[in-house]
């Protein structure tokens, strides 16, 4: 039998890929899945049957939903179908079965009403107000209402989160112009309302997937920036045509523009499908996203929350599970969506005053300060801080947002560390986008402990009104608990909010930045002490100080003030006179010294200061050991590294902006080698910083502090 001698196959030529093709970032790139027709427009018929099968089907939804939701399917007739076929996806949340149906949407009919990675974001502008609908009995619908206060509110809540989305979020465009949406949006119907009384109109809004969405128009309306993208966007989405009638809704108007909108995109795929050319792509592969509509709501078990708020807490809840679990979001914002869905709970619980609670959420403005609590109190955003914390510190109310904090986490105890660290986002509400440069800092120092003492969280302290913080230091060195808790909690609030109180970790300690390490908490607490006049007159020489809406010179690093110094609308936390507390510092120059962190934390403790600075001397003398521990050395080396990374950043910053002002001093690197050295050190970086993370900290294994054990709020549920 003969050998077969193995032989190489000869080269057998493949045919030129036709796929269209589209050039991104400079490469061209194939398009998958590219259709050369658009579904047909949907038939009046169509979205009659959907809207007759969802009423037959006894969904908790009213026709005007339906119609909204009729409109933004590709295909109603098979929707209807979906509906009498019993093919309706369930979500059981908690006590609500939401009932969802599969199908495709245009773009074009979904408004982006509200980014929940954005709950713990600076904004600019207000939130609207969530109204959940209710049926003729009263009963949860599957619908919300959004109340702005009048059409430009909604237009500029609605550029913002346009903004937000695609600041925060990732840009799925160049992937979407390949191969389309893939993963289904979450939709459901809602009606915009106005405070100023003109008419509203129905829609479809989006609670998930906005990235996607944002990332969807960015594709279709390439090389616009931020702003731009969001002009043309709700230019798109809020157009009308005017009526034809006199019955005509501004519902209908706004859907006949709507529909006109997308019937200019279908002419402008139409001109250019047989290419195809790049406008046709863009279309194609941008316009219709997969989408879950809830149509339906169902209680099936004991409400923890009112009914006008059910559905609303019901899809928080499903949007927060995923983001929970499988795309987390950044951990203030998960804070915020926590504490905002506990607070309507401890309402409905009878744990908790309405009004406050929708102060607390921004409901309520910072004018209706005096309403809620009283005249005596001004309207003032540090007041409104001071009011909500000791609202959050009384006991009942504290028992009840802990006790459904803890079932939101799914966690075994509630922690005082951690349960001030989600109080921030409802405190810093007025001042967020205003001092957003300090606002990380402050998130640390919130994390660190926060500028309530713990010694008072879960305890009833009643604020004292004034409007001059300095008259309450006689009370407070006289033994009024009323005005030491008022003066710590305001002054602490304004000295974390403006960057002077700092997250007090080791590395700052061996960095000279502070005279000993404490906890935030500790520092105002020790601040507050009724025997430390100096820390008390400090406390109140800050709450008064303080500015909501303006930036505080000390906040500057000495980089930012060389950079872009303080303008003349900005204010100075001054620095009290240790030996004369009533008076304060002044240079040479007859001007203010400003309160650094240094000062500010030896103010809390003098004679632990004086003891560290003894006990630093007493290593420094000749012949003593100087051995540095690996613990110390690692100590030491964090805080240059953070120190040294920040100056660096600074500078680059600064680099950027002398380059930004004269054309001729472009490009800001000097040239590709220098960028390409910087690129590849950042990637030595990036590859350090991320491959030694920190396990993420757990409620549940937070470390034990000095406080009671949960039977001192004596309730069934907090023994458990």
């Known amino acids: 039998m003969g050998i077969t001698v193995p032989t190489h196959v000869a080269a057998v030529s493949t045919p030129d890929d036709d796929r269209p093709t589209l050039i991104i970032d400079g490469e061209p790139v194939a398009i998958t899945n590219f259709r050369s ?41 098979a929707a ?69 206060r009048d059409g430009g509110h909604l237009v500029e809540y609605l550029a913002q989160v346009v903004r937000q989305t695609r600041t925060m979020g990732r840009h799925y465009e160049a992937s979407i112009l390949t191969r389309r949406v893939s993963q289904p949006v979450l939709l459901h119907p809602g009606r915009i309302e106005f405070e100023d009384g003109s008419p509203g109109f129905d829609v479809v809004v989006a609670r998930d997937g906005l990235t996607r969405i944002m990332s969807s128009w960015a594709g279709l309306l390439p090389g616009l920036s931020a702003d731009e993208l969001a002009a043309a966007i709700v230019k798109m989405l ?12 501004q519902t209908s108007m706004h859907a006949r523009g709507r529909a006109q909108v997308l019937q200019d995109l279908r002419a402008r795929f139409a001109q250019g499908a047989a290419g195809p050319s790049e406008d046709a792509i863009r279309i194609g592969q941008t316009l219709i996203l997969p989408a879950r509509v809830l149509i339906s709501f169902e209680s099936v078990g004991a409400a923890a929350v009112g009914a006008e708020y059910q559905f609303d807490d019901a899809v928080q809840a499903l949007v927060a599970s995923v983001h929970g679990e499988f795309e987390p979001w950044e951990g203030s914002a998960a804070d915020a969506a926590a504490i905002q869905r506990a607070l309507p709970r401890a309402v409905h619980d009878e744990a908790f005053d309405s009004d406050v609670a929708e102060l607390a959420v ?20 540090l007041w409104r801080a001071v009011l909500l914390a000791s609202w959050f510190c009384a006991p009942t109310e504290f028992a009840s947002l802990k006790r459904h904090l803890r079932d939101l986490l799914g966690v075994s105890r509630i922690y005082k560390k951690d349960y001030a660290e989600h109080l921030m986002t409802l405190i810093d509400l007025p001042w967020r986008y205003s001092k957003a440069a300090s606002r990380q800092q402050a998130a640390r120092a919130w994390g660190n ?81 009724v025997d430390n006049t100096a820390g008390l007159w400090q406390l109140a020489r800050a709450a008064n100080a303080f500015r909501a809406g303006r930036r505080a010179a000390n906040s500057y690093t000495p980089q930012e003030a060389l950079r872009r110094p303080p303008g003349p609308g900005a204010y100075t936390i001054p620095w009290v006179d240790p030996k004369n507390p009533a008076a304060l ?56 590294v953070v120190q040294q990374l920040q100056a660096g950043h600074d500078d680059f910053t600064a680099l950027v902006d002398l380059s930004s002002t004269d054309p001729t001093l472009q490009p800001a690197l000097g040239d590709r080698e220098l960028w390409q050295n910087l690129v590849t050190v950042l990637q030595k970086l990036n590859g350090l910083v991320f491959t030694n993370e920190p396990p993420s900290p757990s409620l549940i294994d937070s470390e034990p502090e000095d406080e009671p054990d949960e039977e001192e709020y004596a309730d069934e549920d907090e023994l458990g």
């Open 362 to 381: 921004g409901r309520h403005s910072v004018k209706d300060v005096p309403k809620i609590f009283g005249p005596e109190y001004p309207a003032t955003a």
């Open 585 to 640: 510092t002044y240079d040479n120059a007859g001007q203010l010294r400003p309160l650094t962190t240094y000062h500010l934390v030896y103010l809390s403790n003098p004679q632990r200061a004086e003891e560290e600075k003894e006990e630093a001397k007493k290593k420094a003398l000749p012949g003593t050991a100087l051995t540095e521990t690996a613990a110390e050395k690692m100590a030491r080396l964090r805080g240059q």
């Open 37 to 77: 027709e658009l579904p047909p427009p949907a038939p009046a018929a169509g979205r009659v049957a959907f809207v007759k099968a969802a009423q037959n089907d006894g969904l908790h939804l009213d026709d005007d939903g339906l119609h909204a939701v009729a409109r933004a399917l590709v295909d109603p007739h």
């Open 238 to 249: 809020l157009a009308t045509k005017s009526a034809r009638k006199a019955t005509d809704t």
């Open 80 to 148: 209807a179908a979906a509906v009498r076929s019993q093919l309706l996806t369930d979500e059981v949340v908690g006590p609500a079965n939401l009932k969802a149906l599969h199908g495709h949407v245009y773009l074009t009919e979904i408004l982006p009403g509200l980014q929940p990675r954005a709950g713990a974001a600076a904004s600019a502008v207000a939130l609207p107000k969530v109204i959940g609908g209710l049926g003729p009995d009263k009963e949860p619908q599957a619908t919300i209402t959004l109340e702005f």
């Open 449 to 529: 402990g926060g500028p309530i003492p713990h010694d008072i969280i879960g305890v009833l302290w009643d604020p004292v009104p004034t409007d001059d913080f300095t008259t309450l230091v006689p009370k407070a060195l006289a033994g009024d608990t009323n005005a030491r808790c008022t003066l710590q909690v305001a002054g602490g609030i304004a000295l974390v909010t403006d960057k002077v109180l700092l997250s007090n970790t080791g590395s700052a300690f061996t960095a000279g930045l502070v005279p000993f390490r404490s906890n935030v908490n500790d520092v105002v607490a020790d601040l507050g002490r």
